[in-house]
């Protein structure tokens, strides 16, 4: 069916409507490209914070865990008479 047939069966109203609708649809579409790629961005920048963070959670620790007493006298603190 070509655009004078659509014209001469629909009116033009009918014909202006689906240029608008697809306009609209183009249009959206042209919206939607650079929010894709920024989201993009984000998740790739996302994803190095994560892996970023994963390596530094599970590296050993090069220190012990307790600060407040040496690490080689934690036995002999614990039973330790309070000064």
Known sequence: MSTF???Q????LALIRHA???LLFLVLHLIRI???LVARVIEGVM???DRYATAQASRPRSEPVNQFFP???RREARYAQPR
Do not use: A, C, I, Q
């Open 9 to 12: 069966r629909f009116g033009t």
């Open 47 to 49: 994803r190095e914070l």
């Open 5 to 7: 047939d659509v014209l």
């Open 20 to 22: 608008v609708t697809v």
């Open 71 to 73: 690490y080689e006298s």
């Open 34 to 36: 650079p929010l894709v």
